[in-house]
């Protein structure tokens, strides 16, 4: 089964001066099955967070950035079996929730919810972890 490693990076240059240097990857795909790294509401792009304060806008550029990387895995939304999502304030619960069911609207997931002590940068208020089975093979129906 080959697997293939989308959007590799380092965390030496995710977490300046954090001291850390792992090889990691956006995503994974190992035969059908798509592994998101968990995504927050940082653009893709610049790295920079969107919404700093909104667990809403972060949750709707994390759902942005799922969409983005399914597609570049050869998966959609409607491909999403698992979603974790992890969540640093109770109250922001709705407001994240209501982003990612309109992203996920008719895909019937399951789903764990979690709220914690924090995130891996202060500023992150959401952060959301997928899991996807491609219903095909690229190229084969």
Same mark, same amino acid.
């Given at each position: 089964?080959?697997?293939?490693?989308? =959007?590799?990076?380092?965390?030496?240059? *995710?977490?300046?001066?954090?001291?850390?240097?792992?090889?990691?990857?956006?995503?994974?795909?190992?035969?059908?099955?798509?592994?998101? =790294? @968990?995504?927050?509401?940082?653009?893709? &792009? *610049? +790295?920079?967070?969107? +919404?700093? @304060?909104?667990?809403? %806008?972060? %949750? /709707?550029?994390?759902? &942005?950035?799922?969409?983005?990387?399914?597609?570049?895995?050869?998966?959609? $939304?409607?491909?999403?079996? #698992?979603? !974790?999502?992890?969540?640093? &304030? &109770? /109250?922001?619960? $709705?407001?994240?929730?209501?982003? !990612?069911? =309109?992203?996920?609207? @008719?895909?019937?997931?399951?789903? *764990?919810?979690?709220?914690?002590?924090?995130?891996?940068? /202060?500023?992150?208020?959401?952060?959301?972890?997928? *899991?996807?089975?491609? =219903?095909? /093979? %690229?190229? #084969?129906?």
């Amino acid at each position: 089964m080959p697997i293939q490693r989308i =959007r590799r990076f380092n965390t030496r240059d *995710t977490y300046p001066g954090q001291e850390l240097d792992n090889d990691l990857s956006q995503a994974v795909v190992a035969g059908s099955t798509v592994y998101l =790294r @968990g995504q927050v509401g940082s653009d893709l &792009r *610049t +790295g920079e967070t969107v +919404g700093v @304060g909104d667990a809403g %806008a972060q %949750a /709707e550029q994390a759902m &942005r950035n799922v969409e983005q990387l399914l597609g570049e895995c050869g998966a959609t $939304p409607m491909d999403v079996v #698992k979603i !974790v999502v992890y969540i640093v &304030r &109770r /109250e922001d619960r $709705p407001a994240v929730y209501r982003a !990612v069911g =309109r992203a996920l609207k @008719g895909v019937f997931p399951v789903s *764990t919810g979690l709220i914690v002590a924090g995130l891996a940068k /202060e500023d992150w208020l959401m952060e959301i972890d997928v *899991t996807a089975v491609r =219903r095909y /093979e %690229a190229g #084969k129906p």
